[in-house]
């Protein structure tokens, strides 16, 4: 029998599904509040977990609902989620704590969704991209607590790489000290979200579910606290052309910085912008390569579960 903290609702199908040992892969809120316009977050989020249910796993989209923490959503959570869009707070580790005192919602992040996965016993986790070490981090230290939560809580969190509104070479130097193994899925290269290559090397590349898996299973068996990073690079059919990509990105950046921008606003900020300077171009690739990451993740939850 699990204790489950006192704060936290699991999802019936999900809770079933956990105590059979069957497969579940965890999904986040801030990419539906913070990361995407509505109406298309609602539509990826629910098409995401169909595409968990269609892979074999039993999708659980983490969020903050009035102080409980919650592991599973219903689908009019989630287009509740998606219409307040913003006016939802993005809720990192600090954040946890206050929400549950005060009853009130909160968007997960990568941190509260791993930490909220962790509780609920869900290992395997999709998203599209994650937080990291920003460009200038050497003055700001902008560094996403996403970085510290993959150093010590164990979930896997597969993702298509970081964008570079980040600086990738110190994000995987960072995890690098942090000792999480960063994964390339089918690839040597660490993938930049909308493209497929970053001119960086990830730790490993492996090519099925079952080496994931199997890689992952021998790190908890370890004893080791921390999560392991899987990065999948999007599509070639969905990649953006490196030169419009970086150009927004660029012009992103640099907008933050003469308006002041800093702390929590910074990455939905730049997320926005780059989305704006691109159109919906970049929205369709964003979409397509969380489809991509929620295939992986399902898979290789399933295959963690036939070990
Ligand atoms: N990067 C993306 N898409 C996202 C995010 C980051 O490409 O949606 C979101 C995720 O929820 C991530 C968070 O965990 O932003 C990181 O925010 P910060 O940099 O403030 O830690
Ligand atoms: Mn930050």
Redesign the pocket.
């Known amino acids: 029998m699990i204790m489950l903290n006192k704060y936290l609702d699991v999802k019936p199908e999900v809770a079933e599904a956990l105590a059979a040992g069957k497969p579940v892969v965890a999904l986040?809120s801030?990419?539906i509040s913070?990361?995407m316009p509505y109406p298309q977050n609602v539509e990826t989020a629910l098409a995401v977990e169909k595409i968990i249910r269609d892979n074999g796993a039993v999708p659980a989209t983490i969020a903050v609902i009035g102080g409980r923490l919650k592991a599973g959503l219903t689908p009019e959570e989630i287009e509740y989620f998606g219409k307040k869009g913003q006016a939802i707070a993005?809720a990192?580790r600090r954040d946890l704590a206050v929400l549950c005192a005060r009853g009130e919602d909160g968007a997960t992040?990568?941190?509260t969704t791993m930490i909220i996965a962790h509780m609920a016993g869900i290992k395997i986790f999709a998203?599209?991209?994650?937080?990291g070490v920003?460009r200038g981090a050497e003055t700001t230290m902008d560094i996403?607590?996403?970085l510290e939560e993959l150093a010590q809580t164990p979930v896997m969190v597969v993702c298509a790489g970081?964008?570079s509104i980040l600086d990738l070479g110190l994000t995987l130097e960072y995890l690098e000290t942090k000792g999480v193994p960063v994964i390339g899925y089918g690839t040597e290269e660490l993938p930049a979200?909308y493209t497929p290559h970053s001119g960086f090397s990830v730790d490993y590349r492996m090519d099925t579910p079952q080496e994931l898996a199997a890689a992952f299973a021998t790190q908890n068996a370890l004893g080791f606290r921390g999560g392991m990073l899987v990065t999948n690079p999007i599509p070639d059919a969905y990649a953006m052309p490196a030169e419009v990509i970086n150009a927004a990105i660029d012009q992103a950046v640099a907008e933050c910085k003469e308006k002041g921008i800093h702390g929590?606003a910074?990455?939905?900020f730049l997320?926005a912008r780059v989305s704006e300077l691109t159109g919906g171009d970049s929205l369709e690739s964003n979409i397509q390569l969380v489809f991509n990451n929620a295939r992986l993740a399902a898979k290789t939850a399933v295959a963690y579960c036939q070990l």
């Open positions: 986040e801030t990419i913070h990361g993005k990192s992040t990568v941190t998203t599209g991209g994650i937080g920003h996403s607590a996403d970081a964008k979200f929590k910074t990455t939905p997320l």
